[in-house]
């Protein structure tokens, strides 16, 4: 399995989602188990059917997190030579050719991506086109509503 880029701030994020699983999530859905399974009929028993499913529903949380760990590569973009040029994990400003408006998106792992906040997948059609590019380049991207050009105006490593 090829390893999966993760920024420093997503592998942290990812760690601390572990931590609580692990030492809060886990130990009190065992605490429900217990509980439950001391009212008596497990057939029937509602509460000890929906607190199993919820062990289930951590442990699998836990072990994909375990896996996404383990195959990452934590690339700090702060440590990477500011050149000027795209590479995964910096800070870029767009600039909308049509009309001008500014744009700014960091290019950061799969499951960092949140559009809102201006973090977009490196799998995503964006990145995709602006990766390899330097300041002052145009490039064209395939977007939902149509192609559109954007001139990179500040590639940031933050």
Do not use: C
Not at 35 to 47: C, Q, S, T, Y
Not at 77 to 99: H, I, M, N, Q, R
Not at 100 to 128: F, H, L, M, N, W
Request: charged share 30%; net charge negative.
């Amino acid at each position: 399995m090829s390893k999966t880029p993760l920024t420093v701030r997503g592998a942290e994020k990812l760690r601390e989602e572990l931590n609580q699983l692990k030492g809060t999530d886990r130990p009190a859905v065992i605490k429900a188990i217990a509980e439950a399974r001391a009212h008596g009929d497990l057939k029937e028993n509602a509460e000890y059917h929906a607190a199993r499913e919820q062990q289930g529903f951590i442990e699998g949380r836990i072990a994909e997190i375990e896996s996404k760990l383990s195959n990452a590569q934590v690339i700090d973009v702060t440590a990477l030579p500011a050149t000027g040029k795209v590479v995964f994990g910096v800070t870029v400003v767009l600039s909308d050719e049509a009309d001008g408006t500014e744009k700014t998106y960091q290019i950061v792992g799969e499951d960092e991506a949140d559009i809102k906040a201006g973090r977009v997948s490196v799998q995503s059609p964006i990145a995709r086109a602006l990766i390899g590019k330097e300041e002052g380049d145009v490039v064209d991207v395939q977007a939902p509503g149509g192609q559109r050009a954007y001139e990179i105006v500040e590639v940031r490593y933050e």
